[in-house]
């Protein structure tokens, strides 16, 4: 196989399996920057994940083509509802927000397996008939050499996923929006005196993280897993945590990370077709992604610093 | 006026109430019958001696995990790593127990050892890491635990075994299961783990609240500014504070190598004992007596649920609601207190 087709067959899978963690790494940049913790992401994306399917099962004879797309708005919708439970904790109840988060992540599996023993009568759903496919591109695909690399056999979700990072950058660099949201992560009670309402951006600032987190669970649901059981979403949550701290709580960083997460996961998965892969145990290129994250924070990413704020309940009047 | 003792030990109870009460309320908005649905919970509990058994055999790993939580969290850390650490310390324990040949006084210790020192070290790499580059300890803890995973998986199929799904059963002198206890309890799978992790609750409240050690690595917890200032070595205690709470977790994965299971299989997914170790550790109040009332509540409620689809038709599952609702009660004591003191204020 040549280097060619060699990045021929990396570059679509690792988009594929990118795109869910760049969705809810997004939703993480969000709600960190403007304080407050979440590590109930894999909560969210357990319920955008029971969600997507639910709404899928339920509505694919009515909507046909169109169910997955509508799916995944309708489990943004429900998960960013979802996040108001951690949104209330946290801001108002001043809860510790890893406990908050780490009952988000327990309530959404144990309601999702609860509901769907009860509409379902067992442990899994059925598989979605209306899924996303893969599809080449329009137009992007027939561009020479860039277009069978990049637009060819892909995930129309995949570039949604790198569109709304950029996007999620210009919301958060480049509008007052953002600038008060990040201001309200950094220095809550100058942001107060400036006149910004701090518990209102976090409330903002959550609940985006809940759609974002409901969207990476659905297009994961519904592109990779195809069903939804108390195995659907085993650990992508934290992986796109993992991104967020990686990717410096910037989008681009965060989406970055997320790329990367996804091309060292396509690399054990297409290695026995690779060469210079093959001869490898597939072990090393199973843990590859997590070591390679490991030496990379350790060695040339540096220090990070989280948003000043992370993590501390606004008290209004204390200092 | 309630002194800040009262408060710490009604709010645990108070969330646990009304965790409990929300169960019912779900319960009785799907049409069943919420009474009918905890009794079950209850005998499948405590109702004979197997199922207390397997009720006891159930708190014994969590009490260990909640305490490597617990342990890491007094000194300002989060280790979401108890999982990995668990299924360094499962692979360990069962590794000495089918290789090496030695009388029990000798073989059972060390294979519990292996297992705390094998969970010590997988905690030490994301100690070290934070201690001395300041790399958060919540990223690289999550991945030693897909580490952990992958690489214990393939030692099983590749190093223990000729790639067969689970290793050989441990040697009698490694095991913590005794016949008495499994013929007492109507042959559920007890053992005597529970003692171990009794004595590791002890020695967690005494090393903290007893000694310099302790001393220091809650300091370093409440300020590491201060305790910097003060002449103590902030690094020193981060990568202590990270073995030890390993070696807690490692333990736990010995009660399931040496005792429950007595072997290993490959694991697909995570066992899940390290995750609910954080509920445990956070409704224990991070307190070493707190996490043994807590990881008892967890396993009444797990090894009870398992009652409930038979007698009274209610999804086991529900029981994971009930645990959400009741971290996310003791999360958010600030309004419990709030509401206590209201009552308090209206009553006089």
């Known amino acids: 196989m040549g280097f060619f087709e060699i990045l021929q067959s990396i570059i679509p899978i690792a988009l594929f399996y990118s795109a869910p963690l760049i969705f809810t790494a997004l939703g993480g940049v969000f709600s960190e920057r403007s304080g407050v913790i979440n590590i109930g992401l894999e909560g969210l994306m357990v319920m955008g994940a029971f969600v997507g399917i639910v709404f899928n099962l339920t509505f694919a004879d009515t909507l046909g083509k169109a169910t997955p797309w509508v799916a995944i708005v309708v489990a943004m919708v429900v998960s960013a509802l979802f996040s108001l439970i951690h949104a209330v904790a946290a801001i108002s109840f001043r809860a510790d927000q890893t406990v908050s988060g780490v009952a988000i992540n327990f309530l959404a599996l144990g309601l999702g397996l609860f509901l769907t023993k009860q509409w379902y009568g067992k442990g899994q759903t059925d598989m979605v008939s209306q899924p996303f496919y893969s599809t080449n591109i329009p137009v992007l695909s027939d561009i020479p050499i860039l277009g069978p690399l990049f637009f060819e056999r892909v995930y129309v979700t995949s570039y949604v996923a790198i569109l709304f990072a950029v996007i999620a950058w210009y919301i958060l660099y480049k509008t007052p929006f953002g600038l008060r949201l990040r201001s309200v992560g950094e220095h809550p009670m100058a942001a107060d005196t400036n006149g910004i309402n701090v518990y209102g951006m976090r409330y903002i600032a959550v609940m985006i993280s809940g759609a974002l987190g409901g969207l990476g669970g659905s297009v994961f649901a519904l592109t990779i897993a195809l069903n939804f059981s108390h195995a659907t979403i085993v650990g992508q949550g934290f992986m796109s945590l993992a991104a967020v701290i990686f990717g410096k709580w910037h989008p681009l960083g965060a989406m970055g990370a997320a790329l990367f997460f996804g091309f060292a996961q396509s690399l054990s998965i297409i290695s026995s077709g690779i060469p210079f892969l093959a001869d490898v145990p597939a072990i090393y290129l199973t843990i590859a992604p997590y070591v390679l994250t490991i030496l990379a924070l350790a060695g040339f990413i540096g220090r990070a610093e989280a948003p000043k704020a992370n993590g501390i309940p606004y008290i209004k009047g204390s200092r | ?348």
């Open chain 2, 1 to 348: 006026m309630f002194s800040n003792r009262m408060f710490n030990l009604l709010v645990p109870i108070i969330s646990v109430l009304l965790g409990l009460i929300a169960g019912a309320i779900i319960m009785l908005s799907f049409g069943y019958n919420p009474i009918d649905g905890y009794i079950a919970l209850w005998n499948g509990a405590f109702g004979s001696p197997y199922f207390f058994g397997e009720t006891i055999r159930q708190v014994t790993p969590y009490i260990l995990t909640g305490l490597a939580i617990a342990f890491a969290f007094k000194t300002g850390l989060f280790n979401i790593g108890a999982e990995g650490q668990v299924i360094v310390g499962w692979l360990a324990a069962v590794w000495i127990g089918t290789t090496v040949d030695a009388p029990m006084f000798i073989h059972l210790p060390l294979a519990l050892i292996a297992a705390a020192v094998a969970g010590g070290l997988w905690g030490f790499i994301p100690g070290l890491l934070k201690a001395k580059l300041g790399v958060h300890e919540v990223i690289i803890t999550i991945m030693m635990n897909y580490i952990a995973l992958y690489v214990s998986n393939g030692i099983i199929r590749d190093v223990l075994t000729d790639s067969k799904d689970s290793t050989d059963t441990i040697k009698e002198s490694a095991a913590l299961s005794a016949n008495w206890i499994m013929e007492l309890t109507s042959y559920s799978r007890l053992h005597y783990g529970i003692i171990v992790a009794l004595a590791a609750a002890v020695f967690m409240w005494f090393l903290l609240e007893k000694t310099t050690t302790g001393y220091e690595l809650r300091s370093v917890g409440l300020n590491k500014h201060a305790s910097e200032y003060a002449g103590m070595s902030v690094s020193k205690n981060i990568i202590l504070a990270m073995v030890i709470s390993g070696g807690f977790a490692g333990l736990a994965g010995a009660m399931e190598g040496l005792g429950t299971f007595g072997y290993m299989p490959t694991h697909s997914a995570f066992t899940n004992i390290g995750f609910d170790g954080i509920a445990v550790a956070l409704l224990g109040g991070n307190n070493a007596f707190g996490v043994i009332l807590a990881a008892l509540l967890f396993g009444v409620l797990k090894i009870g649920a398992l009652n409930m689809p038979t007698v009274a038709g209610v999804p086991s599952e529900l029981v994971e609601i009930v645990i959400a609702l009741i971290i996310f009660f003791v999360g958010s004591s600030y309004i419990i207190r709030w509401a206590l003191l209201r009552l308090k204020k209206e009553g006089n």
